[in-house]
């Protein structure tokens, strides 16, 4: 009997030392991944227990509650996600940026600040936002902040931002145009509109753009929310109703906090164009804001 057990007791023990030299190997092989940063760690789907009614309630209410409720007790706070709405697809990653990196994105883009057009259809190229269009029965500007582009990739911290867009959105960083940021003082705002073109001259450098990752970089005291007014969502229950602007009581809107990011999608899973990604940016009543905005194709974006 003991001669027959002693192979069985060896077998045994070759068998644990395979496996635990796999697992050893595929440690070692993820670590390295993770420091090339091929792979990245998720973060949080839903926020702690303290979130209700599904998960509508947030600090883009304006309160403080989340802020001291969701710290881990470090020096940076936890980072959520937030499903806003799903027509439109719209998500909202609390603290997706550090202060740091927005400050840094501020100074950068301070110097070079200019009055924001929007794109002509038939050239491409950027041209002055003043026309009559059909929100309005008058002659005015339908977007009156200032901003200025950052080149794609150029420089180390806007890289790292540029890979957490495309982990968050799970498109590669190639398929977007460089950062915009964009300023606007108090009485400035972006008059209703679409993400997506209705041309095919737009559309040539990496096809339509089918998604937009809306960054925010400051607090604004009052006013500068970002509103959908086609959106399919009762946002009229929601707690925070009465801190909002009546400009953001259009539809489901999101308050502008320092590090947020709004993603949401202008193209409907089965690639047709989402009407209901009308979006908008209110006139800021008391503050400034400070934004940064990424736009996604569908294909690479050359530049």
């Known amino acids: 009997m003991a001669k027959g057990g002693r192979?069985?007791?060896?077998?045994?023990?070759?068998?644990?030392?395979?496996?635990?030299?796999?697992?050893?190997?595929?440690?070692?092989?993820?670590?390295?991944?993770?420091?090339?940063?091929?792979?990245?760690?998720?973060?949080?789907?839903?926020?702690?227990?303290?979130?209700?009614?599904g998960g509508v309630y947030s600090e883009h209410s304006g309160g403080k509650k989340l802020q001291e409720t969701y710290s881990n007790g470090m020096d940076e706070p936890k980072q959520w996600a937030e499903v806003l709405s799903w027509e439109p697809r719209a998500i909202l990653y609390?603290?997706?940026?550090?202060?740091?990196?927005?400050?840094?994105?501020?100074?950068?883009?301070?110097?070079?600040?200019?009055?924001?057009?929007?794109?002509?259809?038939?050239?491409?190229?950027?041209?002055?936002?003043?026309?009559?269009?059909?929100?309005?029965?008058?002659?005015?500007?339908?977007?009156?902040?200032?901003?200025?582009?950052?080149?794609?990739?150029?420089?180390?911290?806007?890289?790292?931002?540029?890979?957490?867009i495309a982990d968050f959105t799970f498109i590669p960083a190639e398929h977007g145009e460089g950062l915009q940021v964009l300023h606007y003082e108090v009485g400035q705002k972006y008059e209703p509109h679409f993400d997506y073109f209705l041309d095919e001259f737009n559309t040539k450098n990496g096809g339509q753009r089918i998604?937009?990752?809306?960054?925010?970089?400051?607090?604004?005291?009052?006013?500068?929310?970002?509103?959908?007014?086609?959106?399919?969502?009762?946002?009229?229950?929601?707690?925070?109703?009465?801190?909002?602007s009546e400009c953001a009581k259009a539809g489901i809107s999101v308050r502008p906090r320092m590090g947020d990011a709004l993603l949401f999608w202008s193209m409907r899973p089965d690639a047709e164009l989402d009407p209901s990604s009308l979006h908008a940016g209110c006139p800021v009543i008391q503050g400034d804001k400070w934004s940064a905005t990424k736009w996604i194709h569908v294909g690479e974006y050359k530049v």
């Open 94 to 164: 609390h603290n997706f940026l550090n202060k740091e990196e927005c400050e840094y994105l501020i100074n950068l883009a301070k110097p070079h600040m200019a009055k924001s057009t929007v794109v002509d259809s038939a050239t491409g190229k950027s041209k002055d936002s003043r026309f009559v269009h059909r929100w309005k029965s008058n002659d005015s500007r339908v977007r009156t902040s200032s901003g200025m582009f950052l080149n794609r990739g150029q420089d180390k911290t806007i890289r790292s931002i540029e890979k957490r």
């Open 7 to 53: 192979p069985k007791s060896i077998s045994g023990r070759s068998t644990f030392t395979l496996v635990l030299t796999m697992l050893l190997m595929l440690s070692i092989v993820l670590l390295m991944l993770l420091a090339l940063g091929i792979v990245s760690l998720p973060v949080n789907s839903r926020a702690p227990d303290e979130i209700s009614n």
């Open 211 to 244: 998604a937009t990752v809306l960054m925010y970089l400051s607090d604004v005291e009052k006013g500068g929310e970002t509103v959908f007014p086609a959106s399919k969502v009762n946002s009229s229950s929601v707690p925070w109703w009465d801190e909002l």
